[in-house]
Protein backbone atom coordinates (compact mmCIF):
# COMPACT_ATOMS: atom_id res chain seq x y z
CA UNK A 1 0.00 0.00 0.00
CA UNK A 2 1.23 3.45 -0.80
CA UNK A 3 0.79 6.42 2.04
CA UNK A 4 -0.19 9.60 0.12
CA UNK A 5 0.06 13.53 1.84
CA UNK A 6 -1.43 16.30 0.28
CA UNK A 7 -0.44 19.83 1.04
CA UNK A 8 -0.63 23.33 -0.69
CA UNK A 9 -4.40 23.83 -0.05
CA UNK A 10 -5.63 26.99 1.41
CA UNK A 11 -7.70 29.70 1.42
CA UNK A 12 -7.81 31.95 -1.69
CA UNK A 13 -10.00 34.85 -3.37
CA UNK A 14 -11.96 34.16 -6.50
CA UNK A 15 -9.63 34.28 -9.48
CA UNK A 16 -6.51 33.66 -7.71
CA UNK A 17 -4.22 30.23 -7.89
CA UNK A 18 -3.50 27.53 -5.94
CA UNK A 19 -0.72 24.21 -6.34
CA UNK A 20 -1.59 21.26 -4.09
CA UNK A 21 1.16 18.39 -4.12
CA UNK A 22 0.32 15.00 -3.38
CA UNK A 23 3.71 12.97 -2.10
CA UNK A 24 3.89 9.14 -1.83
CA UNK A 25 5.63 6.62 0.72
CA UNK A 26 6.50 4.67 -2.68
CA UNK A 27 7.66 4.90 -6.27
CA UNK A 28 4.32 5.93 -8.33
CA UNK A 29 5.72 4.72 -11.56
CA UNK A 30 3.12 2.35 -12.13
CA UNK A 31 0.12 4.18 -10.82
CA UNK A 32 -2.84 5.86 -12.34
CA UNK A 33 -2.44 9.33 -10.39
CA UNK A 34 -5.83 11.03 -9.39
CA UNK A 35 -7.35 14.17 -7.71
CA UNK A 36 -11.00 14.26 -6.55
CA UNK A 37 -12.51 16.97 -4.51
CA UNK A 38 -15.93 17.00 -2.32
CA UNK A 39 -17.32 19.72 -1.50
CA UNK A 40 -20.15 19.52 1.22
CA UNK A 41 -23.36 18.12 0.99
CA UNK A 42 -22.17 16.84 -2.79
CA UNK A 43 -20.51 13.21 -3.94
CA UNK A 44 -17.01 13.37 -4.21
CA UNK A 45 -15.95 13.71 -8.13
CA UNK A 46 -13.14 13.31 -9.97
CA UNK A 47 -11.10 16.42 -11.33
CA UNK A 48 -7.78 15.35 -13.13
CA UNK A 49 -6.40 12.36 -13.67
CA UNK A 50 -2.82 11.09 -15.07
CA UNK A 51 -1.37 7.96 -16.14
CA UNK A 52 2.30 6.48 -16.16
CA UNK A 53 2.70 7.98 -19.65
CA UNK A 54 1.65 11.19 -19.13
CA UNK A 55 -1.71 11.30 -20.59
CA UNK A 56 -4.08 13.51 -18.71
CA UNK A 57 -7.78 13.62 -18.30
CA UNK A 58 -9.97 16.49 -16.50
CA UNK A 59 -13.17 17.48 -15.96
CA UNK A 60 -15.40 19.99 -17.58
CA UNK A 61 -15.12 22.31 -15.14
CA UNK A 62 -11.81 22.39 -14.55
CA UNK A 63 -10.34 22.26 -18.22
CA UNK A 64 -8.29 24.81 -19.40
CA UNK A 65 -8.11 26.19 -15.44
CA UNK A 66 -6.39 23.32 -13.88
CA UNK A 67 -3.17 21.40 -14.86
CA UNK A 68 -1.59 17.89 -13.06
CA UNK A 69 1.65 16.46 -13.61
CA UNK A 70 3.57 13.91 -11.80
CA UNK A 71 7.43 13.75 -11.17
CA UNK A 72 8.13 9.74 -10.61
CA UNK A 73 11.90 10.62 -9.39
CA UNK A 74 10.21 12.77 -6.44
CA UNK A 75 7.23 10.41 -5.82
CA UNK A 76 5.14 13.39 -6.39
CA UNK A 77 1.84 14.61 -7.91
CA UNK A 78 0.66 18.37 -8.82
CA UNK A 79 -2.46 20.07 -9.20
CA UNK A 80 -1.77 23.91 -10.20
CA UNK A 81 -5.58 25.40 -9.98
CA UNK A 82 -5.75 28.63 -11.71
CA UNK A 83 -8.60 30.88 -11.96
CA UNK A 84 -10.21 30.02 -8.99
CA UNK A 85 -14.08 30.20 -8.37
CA UNK A 86 -16.12 29.88 -5.12
CA UNK A 87 -17.25 26.24 -6.85
CA UNK A 88 -14.01 25.12 -6.71
CA UNK A 89 -14.32 25.00 -2.70
CA UNK A 90 -14.00 21.54 -1.38
CA UNK A 91 -12.15 18.99 0.16
CA UNK A 92 -9.53 18.16 -2.72
CA UNK A 93 -7.84 14.55 -1.90
CA UNK A 94 -5.20 12.39 -4.16
CA UNK A 95 -5.75 8.81 -5.52
CA UNK A 96 -3.02 6.54 -6.63
CA UNK A 97 -4.37 3.40 -8.39
CA UNK A 98 -2.43 -0.10 -9.67
CA UNK A 99 -4.30 -3.44 -10.06
CA UNK A 100 -6.31 -3.87 -7.52
CA UNK A 101 -4.77 -1.33 -4.81
CA UNK A 102 -6.52 1.93 -4.73
CA UNK A 103 -5.36 4.34 -1.75
CA UNK A 104 -5.98 7.50 -1.14
CA UNK A 105 -4.90 10.63 0.95
CA UNK A 106 -6.42 12.46 4.21
CA UNK A 107 -7.34 15.39 1.52
CA UNK A 108 -6.63 19.03 1.74
CA UNK A 109 -8.79 21.84 1.98
CA UNK A 110 -9.33 24.62 -0.97
CA UNK A 111 -11.43 27.50 0.12
CA UNK A 112 -12.25 29.93 -2.97
CA UNK A 113 -14.13 33.06 -1.13
CA UNK A 114 -13.70 36.84 -1.11
Known amino acids: QVQLVESGGGLVQPGGSLRLSCAASISITNYIMGWYRQAPGKQREMVAT???????TYADSVKGRFTTSRDNAKNTMYLQMNSLKPDDTAVYYCNARWITYNNWGQGTQVTVSS
Open 50 to 56: VTPGGYT
